[in-house]
């Protein structure tokens, strides 16, 4: 299909709703015929949202190593082996990006992977540097380093003004979880 795909996102922000707008657009592609690779950092695998997502056509969704603890709670050792396993199957995807395979790459939270010392920045800022040319790239998470800013093309910041979790109310499934 031809397109003029090739731009850089990062949805960003301490406000709910960076997943929700990844979601959103991989959605939109899906819909539009393009082949979306939405790859999730951090969390579980059995987001609300991942079901959605595996019944759409031309999506395919990956899981990085499902962390069962907070990263703070986590020894060095910990950090590390994650640290490789995740850079271990981001490289499995990295080839069929290269491949031609998809036209669209969610990295979701992968800026809280970074940030967590969970994941090399290394890696996804060599990546969007060397990347297809026409494959569409969408980075979430909290805080983007300025290097990943300046190569961006969208940068959008969600910032939260009121969130019930500060009253106490934990991720409630289909709505945060």
């Keep these: 299909m031809a397109n003029n795909l090739g731009l850089v996102h990062i949805y960003c922000g301490e406000g709910k709703g960076k997943t929700t707008c990844s979601v959103g ?6 819909g539009y015929g ?3 690779m939405f790859m999730q950092f951090l969390k579980s695998g059995t987001s609300s949202e991942l079901k959605v997502l595996q019944s759409l056509p031309n999506v395919t969704v990956e899981s990085t190593k499902p962390i069962k603890k907070f990263s703070f709670q986590m020894t060095p050792e910990e950090k590390q082996e994650v640290r490789e396993i995740d850079a271990e199957e ?6 069929r990006l290269r491949a031609g395979e998809f ?16 994941f090399d920045e290394d890696i996804i800022y060599e990546f969007l540097k060397t990347k297809p040319e026409h494959l569409e790239v969408v980075l979430t998470g909290r805080y983007p380093s300025d290097r990943l800013v300046e190569i961006a093309d969208y940068v959008s910041r969600i910032d939260k003004v009121k969130h019930p979790y500060d ?3 934990m991720a409630r499934k289909g709505i945060e979880a």
């Design 34 to 36: 393009y082949r979306v």
């Design 167 to 169: 009253k106490g109310i």
């Design 90 to 95: 981001f490289r499995r995807v990295e080839k």
């Design 103 to 118: 036209d669209m790459f969610v990295l979701d939270e992968c800026l809280g992977a970074i940030e967590a010392g969970l």
């Design 25 to 30: 657009l991989t959605v939109r592609a899906s």
